[in-house]
């Protein structure tokens, strides 16, 4: 979480600065959620599909910090090659797909991965993953990809940041419902909601739901209603959030919210949080400053190719 | 003994899936039921669990193949018509499309697009979609028109590590039969001289190569030589083929089943006037069905699309010109 922060913050840093040209998308908020989640998988034998807002999860799965400044950054020696961007990166071979834009398609690849499992015999204990917005569950392609999904039993666990807005609209006007994990019941797939800002009980009921899964009892819904801290990219300064939706428990910090966790419970000193914050400083500055140093894709070295095989453009 | 087009498809699936376990099977009604068309009849009862029975959720059904190619699989997804890829779009064009040239990573799927007008189908049954694939990166469109390469193509589709989108024409499923589903073994990507001629050079594809032959048949009647050539896969397009053909008659005729904007025949034009340009006679001309959705009744379908009848009057037309 606080080394996902304190990337996040770099990278913003270095957008509005113009280092980084397209978008950058935050998770400032979303951290306690996202970490909880990557954090309950298990790199190299489990399949993750994050979204906009999982640097938090991607560090806790093990993405190395360079796949995300190369990618913001351009660098050609990041997983994509300067060919696709910022939260737009992944190594599928090592059980992370890159996303692409279009919200909620990540639901049905995940499922086809596990179903690839399966369909080898490598399925017993793995689990599938992938995190969404509430908007995002306005999609025909999330309904399609969690109905499949229920009705194949796979282990899939799907993380539903309910962060009340998706971009500037408010959740009231995406759904009529009163709490998202009213759906868990019309699919047919056990639920969970959850208390995004409460590190605590969010890891706790998204091991519970990860464990449900892994143990087969088919997909589960974790919902997490909390708020996001920031825009929707860094180019919005999300005005349209209200002052008490801000000033209310959901707009408090996860990741304050988490240190206290930490403290009161004796798992680490407010000593051990500031080491690692400096800790932190000082992997993202490394980080930032190797892909800085890297070129860029030349295009009059690039291939132009779409396919893999020779001659089928 | 002969074989049908929708046979040769059925014996593909049955070699690919008994080859190799990597191939599985997912689509609507392809299980106990075997496909709306009985491609797959009898496979689950072989193959069990590599025969999976999909919701009507086409988005989800490509989704779901590009996570399982990722993980190592080769799925064959077949859309139960062609028409219905149109919910499958986003993840087709984005998802499947996209993923090499992001990646590194191919995504060895196939989908069976069950393409074209038989009568009575009417404005959601008949479509043609090869133009719309071939427009976007990534992906490669065969339209086979005879029975070994409905049988030969699908096979090597279903080999190939990008993403195939695979164009079966419906009408040709039971109509059209061979003695043999062994062909010349000429490979993905190259186009067939179906007919030599010097006067005019039809290029189509799919079913319209069979309209073409009949066409020209017609003609050869008051002496003229039309060759026809099938283009197999309209990406890759095989324009050194197309090229050869041109300078051989002069004269060009693009033919296609597909709507008349843009597209295949437009293509194939613009690739002719471009790198072939001086050896042109006469303009190159264009067929295509009309601008309209394709319609229920058989005489207004049949009117719809192009026919022997409106490819001689083309034709004509091109050799006055």
């Known amino acids: 979480m606080l080394t996902a922060r304190t990337l996040e913050n770099k990278l913003s840093s270095l957008y509005k600065g113009g280092k980084i040209v397209g978008g950058v998308y935050l998770g400032t908020g979303q951290e306690a959620l996202s970490a909880s989640l990557g954090a309950s998988l298990i790199k190299g034998r489990d399949c993750f599909s994050p979204l906009i807002r999982d640097q938090a999860g991607r560090t806790a799965f093990g993405e190395d910090m360079l796949d995300a400044t190369r990618t913001h950054l351009g660098s050609a020696r990041g997983p994509m090659r300067g060919r696709d961007g910022n939260i737009h990166r992944g190594r599928p071979h090592q059980g992370m797909p890159a996303m692409i834009s279009h919200l909620g398609t990540a639901v049905s690849v995940i499922?086809?991965?596990?179903?690839?499992?399966?369909?080898?015999?490598?399925?017993?204990?793995?689990?599938?993953?992938?995190?969404?917005?509430?908007?995002?569950t306005s999609t025909g392609s999330f309904h399609e990809g969690l109905n499949m999904a229920a009705v194949e039993n796979l282990p899939l666990v799907v993380v539903i940041a309910d962060n009340q807005f998706a971009y500037s609209t408010p959740r009231n006007r995406q759904f009529a419902c009163e709490s998202l994990l009213e759906?868990?019941?019309?699919?047919?797939?056990?639920?969970?909601?959850?208390?995004?800002?409460?590190?605590?009980?969010?890891?706790?009921?998204?091991?519970?739901?990860?464990?449900?899964?892994r143990q087969g009892f088919g997909p589960q819904l974790v919902v997490a209603r909390l708020l996001r801290l920031c825009g929707h990219g860094e180019h919005d300064d999300a005005s349209y959030v209200p002052q008490e939706l801000r000033d209310s428990l959901m707009g408090r910090d996860c990741l304050e919210v988490g240190a206290s966790q930490i403290i009161e419970d004796g798992l680490a000193t407010a000593e051990d949080i500031e080491i690692w914050r400096k800790e932190a400083v000082e992997e993202v500055q490394e980080a930032v400053a190797t892909a800085q140093r890297e070129r860029g894709p030349d295009p009059y070295e690039e291939d132009w190719r779409a396919t893999s095989v020779e001659g089928m453009q | 003994m002969s074989v049908t087009y929708i046979d040769a498809i059925h014996q593909a699936q049955l070699e690919l899936l008994r080859e190799d376990k990597t191939v599985f099977l997912y689509g609507q009604d392809i299980g106990d039921f075997g496909g709306a068309f009985k491609a797959t009849k009898g496979f689950k009862e072989e193959f069990g669990p590599r025969v999976l029975?999909?919701?009507?959720?086409?988005?989800?059904?490509?989704?779901?193949?590009?996570?399982?190619?990722?993980?190592?699989?080769?799925?064959?997804?077949?859309?139960?018509?062609?028409?219905f890829s149109s919910v499958a779009f986003n993840q087709l064009v984005n998802q499947a499309g996209t993923h090499y040239y992001r990646t590194g990573i191919p995504i060895p799927i196939t989908v069976r697009m069950p393409c074209g007008g038989t009568p009575g189908s009417g404005p959601f049954h008949s479509q043609m979609v090869e133009s719309i694939y071939a427009h976007y990166p990534g992906l490669v469109v065969v339209t086979p028109a005879t029975v070994s390469d409905a049988y030969q193509l699908l096979k090597e589709s279903v080999q190939l590590d990008d993403p195939v989108i695979f164009c079966e024409h419906k009408f040709l499923y039971r109509w059209l039969k061979s003695a043999s589903i062994k062909g010349d073994g000429l490979p993905l990507g190259k186009a067939r001289l179906t007919r030599a001629g010097k006067h005019a050079t039809v290029v189509t594809y799919s079913a319209m190569v069979h309209e073409a032959v009949r066409a020209a048949d017609r003609l050869a009647e008051?002496?003229?030589?039309?060759?026809?050539?099938?283009?197999?896969?309209?990406?890759?397009?095989?324009?050194?083929?197309?090229?050869?053909?041109?300078?051989?008659?002069?004269?060009?005729?693009?033919?296609?089943?597909?709507?008349?904007?843009?597209?295949?025949?437009?293509?194939?034009?613009?690739?002719?006037?471009?790198?072939?340009?001086?050896?042109?006679?006469?303009?190159?001309?264009?067929?295509?069905?009309?601008?309209?959705?394709?319609?229920?009744?058989?005489?207004?379908?049949?009117?719809?699309?192009?026919?022997?009848?409106?490819?001689?009057?083309?034709?004509?037309?091109?050799?006055?010109?």
């Not at chain 2, 072939?276 to 009117?303: C, E, M, Q, S, V």
């Open chain 2, 222 to 321: 008051e002496g003229w030589e039309i060759e026809v050539v099938d283009l197999r896969s309209v990406k890759p397009l095989d324009i050194d083929t197309v090229l050869a053909s041109v300078a051989r008659t002069g004269r060009l005729l693009a033919l296609g089943e597909g709507f008349p904007w843009g597209g295949v025949t437009a293509e194939v034009v613009s690739r002719v006037v471009a790198e072939g340009f001086h050896l042109l006679d006469a303009p190159p001309l264009r067929l295509n069905a009309k601008d309209t959705p394709i319609p229920y009744h058989p005489d207004l379908w049949a009117a719809h699309r192009p026919t022997p009848e409106s490819i001689v009057e083309k034709l004509r037309e091109l050799l006055n010109l």
């Open chain 1, 111 to 136: 499922s086809g991965m596990l179903i690839a499992k399966r369909m080898k015999g490598e399925l017993d204990g793995i689990v599938g993953a992938t995190s969404i917005g509430d908007g995002a």
């Open chain 1, 183 to 213: 759906r868990a019941v019309g699919y047919g797939v056990g639920g969970v909601e959850v208390d995004g800002t409460d590190l605590k009980a969010t890891l706790a009921g998204m091991q519970q739901a990860v464990t449900s899964a």
């Open chain 2, 53 to 83: 029975d999909a919701p009507i959720s086409e988005d989800a059904m490509i989704g779901m193949a590009v996570g399982a190619a990722i993980n190592g699989m080769r799925p064959i997804v077949e859309m139960q018509f062609a028409d």
